[in-house]
């Protein structure tokens, strides 16, 4: 094994990755594309039209109800939409059901504030300062990002200031961000992303295989002392680095639309470590499409025979799936891929658990012996 | 190593309806530049497969540098040089990037690489185009930096696949005078053409091919005063009553 031949092959598949416009698109932009729009049809992402927040309300009025000035000014915003809670503890649950996206406790020396700040509005050290708690669900981007804002900007004003940076005796405290128990659309189609992307891979060994071969490099690399094992490990790595990065920039996209599953960073690792697993078998079945394929425009409608199943069958498309098709998936390995990643993310499954160590075996197992069939096959039938 | 770098015996390679190769007998002796001439299809590129061991032969054997191409083909594979008859380049690398591939390939180290890439480059009047993408060469650049990737690791032994097929005049002059050097530094090589004045001009010995069978086997001089004709072209029309291409 000499490393200076897969090293030189490795740089030669990063630089056709990144320098063909065509290969590109197939395996970056496409997918993005792809679930950026089934994420957003799927309503993970979708926008919403107003927010609604809870709002509790310990304020004790006397002469001034500032909580009423506050309630008014919160309305005419048009972004939001207000429940009045009696207690803290029935607005927390709707809060951790999703139900509203913020709850706001108002406090009990809320109106004495403003009292004080009308009176003294130049003083700012005889001011009684009080402090709102914010509660924001952590799930939703929408709600840390855009609600905090919005009411930093009532309060400003509601003391009759305009300026950007408010001097004013309220103080909005974000108490928690608070873990959505039900889980959102995004929640249940984002494990498939991860997957959907890599099976992509499948059409761009297919072509790069069948192209190299009818150009000829295929014929060039071979009559080089190179061995089909440096060949093939090079391939096996470059394609592994091309589905992490995948797998990094779909996790990007929906994070941005949402998705944050309570889940640490070992378990990311192990999610990324089972995409790259994954991604063999897909070079796998890119090599036993090459082989079969006579030309590289025959390769690329060959490989939707491997593509559409793993997609409709284990990916997101499969989540909505009559029960019929969910065991027709199990003879995909991307179904298990999926399967194990939601258990992860959604039903917050231990590594270590058995329907994980189980969906792993057989992922593992699966993906190697795809990958040895491609090689073997592509390697006997290969005419040059 | 045997006085013969190339030893091919009772070779024969069979396509489902075509015998592409029908028992060829060949010796190159060490340092020969040897000239493989017959038209289109008549079996050249399939020899060249199959002594880089590209294809296995039907029946029969191929010795080069004294290892057996069947058996020990790792060992055959450091030893030769092929340029084949594709125009085969990556369109996405630079030229540099190109040659540095096939330089890492056989395992040079990055001096030597350097040095030849830059000589072989000023050679093949290559140099000013060496940052480009290969994609973007024109025909003949193409073919000029194909020879570089067959030649970079400084092979002992060369195949040349028709390496002036569809060159212009000035590519193929600089080429002629690039095969010209390589035979002077003591290089064994096989030329496949069917181009005559090619064969004339170059090689040592030819063999003409024709329908996969070796017709004809000797120096260009001895050749065509052995058949009191003018010159290869003539000898080609005598063997087989044909000319060797329609068009010129
Ligand atoms: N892979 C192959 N399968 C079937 N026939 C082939 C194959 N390669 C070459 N041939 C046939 O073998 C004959 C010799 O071809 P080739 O060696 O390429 O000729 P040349 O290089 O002299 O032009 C031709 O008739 C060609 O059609
Ligand atoms: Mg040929």
Redesign the interface.
């Known amino acids: 094994m000499?490393f200076?031949?897969v090293?030189?092959?490795i740089?030669?598949e990063m630089?056709?990755t990144v320098?063909?416009p065509a290969v590109l698109f197939m395996i970056f932009l496409f997918p993005i594309v792809f679930v950026f729009a089934f994420g957003a049809s799927f309503g993970g992402g979708g926008s919403q039209p107003s927010y609604s927040i809870g709002i509790v309300n310990l304020d004790q009025t006397n002469s001034v109800n500032a909580s009423k000035i506050f309630y008014i000014a919160l309305s005419n915003t048009k972004i939001l939409s207000l429940h009045v809670y009696t207690n803290n503890q029935s607005a927390q649950n709707d809060l951790s059901q999703g139900k509203v996206q913020a709850v706001i406790i108002i406090p009990n020396d809320f109106s004495k504030s403003l009292v004080s700040f009308e009176t003294v509005p130049n003083e700012p050290n005889k001011w009684i300062n009080s402090t709102l708690k914010l509660y924001l669900d952590k799930g939703s981007l929408v709600a840390t990002q855009a609600i905090p804002p919005i009411i930093q900007q009532v309060l400003t004003a509601i003391t009759g200031q305009t300026q950007q940076i408010p001097s004013n005796p309220f103080h909005l405290e974000t108490a928690s961000l608070v873990e959505v128990k039900t889980p959102s659309a995004l929640d249940f189609i984002a494990p498939g992303m991860f997957t959907f992307a890599s099976i992509f891979l499948i059409m761009m060994v297919s072509q790069s295989f069948t192209q190299d071969r009818e150009?000829?490099?295929m014929?060039?690399?071979?009559?080089?002392?190179?061995?089909p094992t440096e060949f093939m490990l090079s391939q096996a790595i470059s394609y592994m680095i091309i589905a992490l990065v995948q797998a990094a920039l779909v996790f990007i996209m929906v994070y941005i639309m949402g998705f944050r599953p309570a889940v640490g960073i070992p378990v990311y690792i192990f999610a990324f470590l089972l995409v790259l697993v994954f991604s063999l078998s897909n070079v796998g079945f890119g090599l036993i499409t090459a082989t079969i394929a006579k030309s590289s425009g025959a390769a690329t409608g060959l490989s939707f025979l491997f593509v559409l199943p793993q997609l409709f069958l284990g990916t997101f498309v499969g989540a909505s799936l009559s029960s019929a098709a969910q065991i027709v998936g199990k003879f995909v390995p991307s179904y298990y891929v999926t399967d194990a990643l939601t258990s992860l993310f959604l039903r917050g499954a231990a590594i270590t658990s058995p329907i994980i160590l189980l969906d792993v075996a057989t992922i593992s197992i699966s993906c190697i012996f795809i990958l040895a069939i491609g090689v073997i096959l592509y390697d006997k039938y290969f005419r040059? | 190593m045997s006085e013969s770098a190339i030893i091919i015996e009772d070779l024969v390679k069979k396509f489902e309806d075509v015998i592409a190769v029908d028992d060829v007998n060949l010796q190159v002796a060490n340092g020969e530049l040897f000239g493989l001439l017959g038209p289109n299809g008549a079996g050249k590129t399939t020899i060249i497969?199959i002594l880089?061991?590209?294809?296995k032969p039907t029946s029969g054997s191929a010795i080069i540098g004294g290892y057996d191409v069947q058996n020990e083909p790792?060992k055959v594979?450091?030893l030769?040089g092929?340029c084949?008859?594709?125009?085969?380049?990556?369109p996405?690398?630079t030229g540099a990037?190109n040659v540095?591939?096939?330089g890492?390939?056989?395992?040079m180290d990055s001096e030597t690489l350097k040095a030849r890439r830059t000589m072989l480059f000023e050679k093949m009047g290559l140099t000013s185009e060496a940052k480009r993408?290969a994609g973007k060469y024109s025909g003949g650049m193409k073919r000029r930096l194909s020879l570089i990737?067959a030649l970079i690791h400084n092979p002992q032994i060369a195949f040349l696949d028709e390496p002036t097929v569809a060159m212009d005049p000035q590519s193929r002059h600089a080429v002629w005078d690039f095969i010209k050097d390589l035979k002077n530094e003591g290089k064994t090589i096989i030329l496949t053409t069917h181009y005559m004045e090619e064969a004339e001009e170059l090689c040592d010995r030819i063999g003409i091919i024709d329908h996969g069978k070796l017709i004809a086997l000797g120096s260009p001089k001895v050749l065509i005063s052995n058949n009191l004709v003018k010159n290869l072209e003539d000898v080609f029309i005598k063997l087989t009553g044909r000319k060797i291409r329609e068009e010129v």
């Not at chain 1, 014929?219 to 061995?227: E, F, M």
């Not at chain 2, 084949?84 to 990556?90: F, P």
């Open positions: 000499e200076q031949r090293l030189a092959l740089k030669r630089k056709k320098r063909e150009n000829g490099m014929k060039r690399i071979r009559i080089t002392p190179t061995t040059i | 497969n880089c061991g590209l294809i790792m594979k450091e030769i092929v084949i008859q594709e125009t085969a380049v990556y996405y690398l990037e540095n591939l096939f890492d390939l056989h395992v993408r990737l």
